[in-house]
T-cell receptor
């Protein structure tokens, strides 16, 4: 398994500001993903964070709104830019462990709960 | 594309009752299937999984069988406890495309009352 630390765990933000969420994993991983869980809804994939290159975004999500970095195998950030109340969600980091320990399942951080006023 | 359909919640049961949460899927390949659980105030945890047809995943008294003929992966537990109160998500992973990303159902909230 893996221990996934997300920061911040929660925050209250003002409209028009930006917030960066960090995800740190305690073991080598091959893939990292960012999901969004809007209130009362299921999880929607935002993007796959690629090490050393631009993230791969899903339909409906763009880099200008959700810039993502992944400078190494165990760390990634997601920024929610120019926030509006519609961005109030839980944002979750998810990882696939490296080959050798990979059982195919994804592990999730505890999430970052953002409220935009 | 891939999709997962879960029974609508919320589901309220008395302690020791039998639980079934239905899940059906649509996939182009041969996906792996998962049930994740989200306890109040916590992140997602893997509950059980099955990677091929007729596999049965089990954990903490929960079971689900991968049924290819009915494209289903229903979650069952014979006797629920108050501590099982949580939101349950069915998900599929089409790793044949090399992406490993998960497609989730909408989640089913379970409340177990003493």
């Amino acid at each position: 398994s893996a221990v996934i630390s997300q920061k911040p765990s929660r925050d209250i933000c003002q409209r028009g500001t930006s917030l960066t969420i960090q995800c740190q994993v305690d073991s080598q991983v091959t893939m990292m993903f960012w999901y969004r869980q809007q209130p009362g809804q299921s999880l929607t994939l935002i993007a796959t964070a690629n090490q050393g290159s631009e993230a791969t975004y899903e339909s409906g999500f763009v880099i200008d709104k959700f810039p993502i970095s992944r400078p190494n195998l165990t760390f990634s950030t997601l920024t929610v830019s120019n926030m509006s109340p519609e961005d109030s969600s839980i944002y979750l980091c998810s990882v696939l462990l490296a080959a050798g320990t990979n059982t195919g399942e994804l592990f999730f951080g505890e999430g970052s709960r953002l409220t935009v006023l | 594309g891939n999709s997962v359909t879960q029974m609508e919640g919320p589901v309220t049961l008395s302690e020791e009752a039998f639980l079934t949460i239905n899940c059906t899927y649509t996939a182009t390949g041969y996906p792996s299937l998962f049930w994740y659980v989200q306890y109040p105030g916590e992140g997602l945890q893997l509950l059980l999984k099955a990677t091929k047809a007729d596999d049965k995943g089990s954990n903490k008294g929960f079971e689900a069988t991968y049924r290819k003929e009915t494209t289903s992966f229903h979650l069952e537990k014979g006797s629920v406890q108050v501590s099982d109160s949580a939101v349950y998500f069915c998900a599929l992973q089409d790793s044949g495309a090399g992406s490993y990303q998960l497609t989730f159902g909408k989640g089913t909230k379970l409340s177990v009352i003493p």
